[in-house]
Protein backbone atom coordinates (compact mmCIF):
# COMPACT_ATOMS: atom_id res chain seq x y z
CA UNK A 1 0.00 0.00 0.00
CA UNK A 2 2.77 2.49 0.81
CA UNK A 3 4.28 2.08 -2.81
CA UNK A 4 0.71 2.35 -4.71
CA UNK A 5 0.89 5.92 -1.98
CA UNK A 6 4.05 6.90 -3.31
CA UNK A 7 2.79 6.50 -7.41
CA UNK A 8 -0.05 8.46 -6.26
CA UNK A 9 2.41 11.16 -5.09
CA UNK A 10 4.63 11.33 -8.30
CA UNK A 11 1.14 12.01 -10.15
CA UNK A 12 0.09 14.51 -7.68
CA UNK A 13 3.48 16.49 -8.27
CA UNK A 14 2.72 16.49 -11.84
CA UNK A 15 -0.27 19.45 -11.68
CA UNK A 16 0.22 19.92 -15.21
CA UNK A 17 -0.47 16.94 -16.80
CA UNK A 18 -3.38 16.37 -14.54
CA UNK A 19 -4.83 19.28 -13.85
CA UNK A 20 -3.31 22.51 -15.69
CA UNK A 21 -3.30 21.51 -19.35
CA UNK A 22 -6.46 19.47 -19.44
CA UNK A 23 -8.25 22.62 -17.60
CA UNK A 24 -6.37 24.85 -20.07
CA UNK A 25 -7.21 22.68 -23.05
CA UNK A 26 -10.60 22.56 -22.03
CA UNK A 27 -11.78 26.30 -21.37
CA UNK A 28 -9.62 27.48 -24.05
CA UNK A 29 -11.77 25.62 -26.14
CA UNK A 30 -15.14 26.91 -25.02
CA UNK A 31 -13.68 30.34 -24.78
CA UNK A 32 -12.96 30.57 -28.37
CA UNK A 33 -16.28 28.78 -28.86
CA UNK A 34 -18.28 31.05 -26.67
CA UNK A 35 -16.24 34.29 -28.80
CA UNK A 36 -17.71 32.48 -31.56
CA UNK A 37 -21.12 32.16 -30.62
CA UNK A 38 -21.54 35.93 -29.33
CA UNK A 39 -20.10 37.06 -32.73
CA UNK A 40 -22.46 35.21 -34.72
CA UNK A 41 -26.14 36.50 -34.90
CA UNK A 42 -28.10 33.79 -35.39
CA UNK A 43 -31.57 32.56 -33.65
CA UNK A 44 -30.47 28.58 -34.54
CA UNK A 45 -28.43 26.49 -31.92
CA UNK A 46 -25.06 26.74 -31.95
CA UNK A 47 -23.18 23.46 -31.88
CA UNK A 48 -19.84 22.90 -31.98
CA UNK A 49 -16.88 19.77 -31.56
CA UNK A 50 -15.23 21.81 -29.31
CA UNK A 51 -15.36 19.32 -26.13
CA UNK A 52 -13.60 16.63 -27.85
CA UNK A 53 -10.50 18.26 -27.47
CA UNK A 54 -10.31 17.20 -23.80
CA UNK A 55 -11.11 13.15 -24.59
CA UNK A 56 -8.17 13.17 -27.33
CA UNK A 57 -6.07 14.16 -24.48
CA UNK A 58 -6.91 12.12 -21.62
CA UNK A 59 -6.26 9.48 -24.24
CA UNK A 60 -2.56 11.34 -24.85
CA UNK A 61 -2.61 10.85 -20.79
CA UNK A 62 -2.90 7.70 -20.80
CA UNK A 63 -0.04 7.11 -22.94
CA UNK A 64 2.49 9.60 -21.88
CA UNK A 65 1.78 8.81 -17.97
CA UNK A 66 3.74 5.56 -18.73
CA UNK A 67 6.35 6.62 -20.82
CA UNK A 68 6.73 9.92 -18.12
CA UNK A 69 6.50 8.09 -15.00
CA UNK A 70 7.22 4.03 -15.47
CA UNK A 71 11.18 4.31 -15.51
CA UNK A 72 11.33 6.40 -12.50
CA UNK A 73 9.33 4.52 -11.02
CA UNK A 74 10.66 1.42 -11.28
CA UNK A 75 14.05 3.90 -10.23
CA UNK A 76 12.70 4.31 -6.64
CA UNK A 77 12.28 0.58 -6.47
CA UNK A 78 8.56 0.46 -6.73
CA UNK A 79 7.12 -2.79 -8.30
CA UNK A 80 5.32 -3.23 -11.54
CA UNK A 81 2.23 -4.15 -9.84
CA UNK A 82 1.70 -0.96 -7.17
CA UNK A 83 2.69 1.56 -10.41
CA UNK A 84 -0.21 -0.46 -12.24
CA UNK A 85 -2.83 0.05 -9.35
CA UNK A 86 -1.58 3.33 -8.19
CA UNK A 87 -1.83 5.01 -12.05
CA UNK A 88 -5.06 3.08 -12.60
CA UNK A 89 -6.97 5.00 -9.54
CA UNK A 90 -5.33 8.19 -10.66
CA UNK A 91 -6.79 7.57 -14.14
CA UNK A 92 -9.95 6.51 -12.50
CA UNK A 93 -10.09 9.54 -10.11
CA UNK A 94 -9.66 12.01 -13.40
CA UNK A 95 -12.08 10.73 -15.69
CA UNK A 96 -14.87 11.07 -12.29
CA UNK A 97 -13.08 14.31 -11.79
CA UNK A 98 -13.44 15.49 -14.93
CA UNK A 99 -16.87 13.71 -16.21
CA UNK A 100 -18.45 15.87 -13.25
CA UNK A 101 -17.01 18.96 -14.29
CA UNK A 102 -18.00 18.36 -17.49
CA UNK A 103 -21.85 17.43 -16.09
CA UNK A 104 -21.88 20.39 -14.19
CA UNK A 105 -21.40 22.88 -17.15
CA UNK A 106 -24.02 20.88 -19.32
CA UNK A 107 -26.09 21.66 -16.39
CA UNK A 108 -25.61 25.27 -16.49
CA UNK A 109 -25.29 25.77 -20.21
CA UNK A 110 -28.87 23.90 -20.56
CA UNK A 111 -30.73 26.56 -18.18
CA UNK A 112 -28.82 29.10 -19.32
CA UNK A 113 -29.87 28.45 -22.83
CA UNK A 114 -26.54 28.05 -23.70
CA UNK A 115 -24.88 31.05 -22.36
CA UNK A 116 -27.53 33.01 -24.04
CA UNK A 117 -25.81 32.52 -27.72
CA UNK A 118 -27.48 29.19 -27.97
CA UNK A 119 -24.01 27.53 -27.73
CA UNK A 120 -24.12 23.69 -27.37
CA UNK A 121 -20.53 23.15 -25.79
CA UNK A 122 -21.02 20.95 -22.74
CA UNK A 123 -24.37 20.07 -23.56
CA UNK A 124 -26.07 17.68 -26.26
CA UNK A 125 -29.16 16.41 -26.54
CA UNK A 126 -28.46 12.50 -27.16
CA UNK A 127 -25.48 12.42 -24.44
CA UNK A 128 -27.87 14.45 -21.65
CA UNK A 129 -31.05 12.70 -22.19
CA UNK A 130 -30.84 10.51 -19.23
CA UNK A 131 -31.18 11.88 -15.55
CA UNK A 132 -27.29 13.12 -14.17
CA UNK A 133 -26.31 10.09 -12.45
CA UNK A 134 -26.70 8.68 -16.33
CA UNK A 135 -24.70 11.18 -17.71
CA UNK A 136 -22.14 11.14 -15.34
CA UNK A 137 -21.72 7.42 -15.89
CA UNK A 138 -21.28 8.13 -19.60
CA UNK A 139 -18.65 10.68 -19.13
CA UNK A 140 -16.27 8.18 -16.79
CA UNK A 141 -17.06 5.13 -19.03
CA UNK A 142 -15.83 7.38 -22.26
CA UNK A 143 -13.17 8.81 -20.32
CA UNK A 144 -11.85 5.75 -18.66
CA UNK A 145 -12.16 3.80 -21.91
CA UNK A 146 -9.50 6.76 -23.22
CA UNK A 147 -7.26 6.65 -20.76
CA UNK A 148 -6.76 2.75 -20.32
CA UNK A 149 -6.37 2.74 -24.39
CA UNK A 150 -3.55 4.85 -24.45
CA UNK A 151 -1.94 3.02 -21.10
CA UNK A 152 -2.55 0.15 -22.85
CA UNK A 153 -0.80 1.05 -26.04
CA UNK A 154 2.20 2.68 -23.79
CA UNK A 155 2.71 -0.65 -22.10
CA UNK A 156 3.03 -2.81 -25.57
CA UNK A 157 5.43 -0.43 -26.24
CA UNK A 158 7.38 -0.42 -23.34
CA UNK A 159 7.02 -4.44 -23.63
CA UNK A 160 7.81 -4.98 -27.29
CA UNK A 161 9.65 -1.63 -28.17
CA UNK A 162 9.22 0.11 -31.72
CA UNK A 163 9.63 -3.03 -33.99
CA UNK A 164 6.91 -4.01 -31.57
CA UNK A 165 4.71 -1.17 -32.09
CA UNK A 166 5.24 -1.09 -36.21
CA UNK A 167 4.09 -4.51 -36.41
CA UNK A 168 0.80 -3.74 -34.01
CA UNK A 169 0.00 -0.89 -36.45
CA UNK A 170 0.44 -2.85 -39.41
CA UNK A 171 -1.40 -5.76 -37.98
CA UNK A 172 -4.45 -3.38 -36.85
CA UNK A 173 -4.61 -1.41 -40.19
CA UNK A 174 -4.93 -4.41 -42.15
CA UNK A 175 -7.76 -6.09 -39.72
CA UNK A 176 -9.15 -2.84 -39.61
CA UNK A 177 -9.62 -2.96 -43.91
CA UNK A 178 -11.08 -6.02 -43.90
CA UNK A 179 -13.73 -5.37 -41.13
CA UNK A 180 -14.68 -2.23 -43.24
CA UNK A 181 -14.33 -4.37 -46.57
CA UNK A 182 -16.72 -7.36 -45.38
CA UNK A 183 -19.37 -4.71 -43.93
CA UNK A 184 -19.07 -3.30 -47.18
CA UNK A 185 -19.46 -6.46 -49.00
CA UNK A 186 -22.52 -8.15 -47.02
CA UNK A 187 -23.65 -4.51 -46.81
CA UNK A 188 -24.61 -5.06 -43.04
CA UNK A 189 -23.67 -0.98 -42.57
CA UNK A 190 -27.33 -0.02 -42.11
CA UNK A 191 -27.79 -2.69 -39.23
CA UNK A 192 -25.03 -1.61 -37.44
CA UNK A 193 -26.03 2.37 -37.39
CA UNK A 194 -29.99 1.27 -36.89
CA UNK A 195 -28.86 -0.75 -33.78
CA UNK A 196 -26.76 2.10 -32.63
CA UNK A 197 -30.07 4.04 -32.64
CA UNK A 198 -31.94 2.03 -30.81
CA UNK A 199 -29.86 2.50 -28.15
CA UNK A 200 -29.62 5.46 -25.84
CA UNK A 201 -26.38 6.67 -24.83
CA UNK A 202 -26.50 5.22 -21.49
CA UNK A 203 -26.76 1.81 -22.90
CA UNK A 204 -24.13 2.14 -25.45
CA UNK A 205 -21.58 3.47 -22.69
CA UNK A 206 -22.30 0.60 -20.53
CA UNK A 207 -20.57 -1.71 -23.74
CA UNK A 208 -17.46 0.04 -22.80
CA UNK A 209 -17.19 -1.48 -19.31
CA UNK A 210 -15.66 -5.39 -20.91
CA UNK A 211 -13.47 -2.86 -23.01
CA UNK A 212 -12.30 -1.01 -19.88
CA UNK A 213 -11.34 -4.12 -18.27
CA UNK A 214 -9.58 -5.63 -21.22
CA UNK A 215 -7.66 -2.83 -21.21
CA UNK A 216 -6.92 -2.77 -17.39
CA UNK A 217 -6.26 -6.50 -17.71
CA UNK A 218 -3.67 -6.29 -21.16
CA UNK A 219 -1.84 -3.29 -19.51
CA UNK A 220 -1.01 -4.61 -16.41
CA UNK A 221 0.22 -8.15 -18.45
CA UNK A 222 2.16 -6.01 -20.32
CA UNK A 223 3.79 -3.91 -17.40
CA UNK A 224 5.05 -7.01 -15.50
CA UNK A 225 7.58 -7.95 -18.47
CA UNK A 226 8.22 -4.42 -19.42
CA UNK A 227 11.49 -3.17 -19.38
CA UNK A 228 12.85 0.45 -18.34
Not at 34 to 51: A, D, H, N, P, R
Not at 99 to 113: A, H, N, P, R, V
Request: one cysteine or more; aromatic letters at 18%.
Amino acid sequence: MNNVQSVLKIHNRDKWSWIYIPAMILFSSFLVNLIVSYSISSVEKFYTGGITSIFIYIFVAGILTVAQTFPFALGMSIRRKDFFIGTSLMGISASIVIGLLILIFSIIEKQSDGWGTGLHFFYFPYINDGNPLQQLTIYILLFACLFFFGFTIASFARRFGGKGMFILAITSLLLGSVAVLLCTYYQVWTDIFQWITNHTAIQLALWLIPFVLFYLVASFLLLRKATV
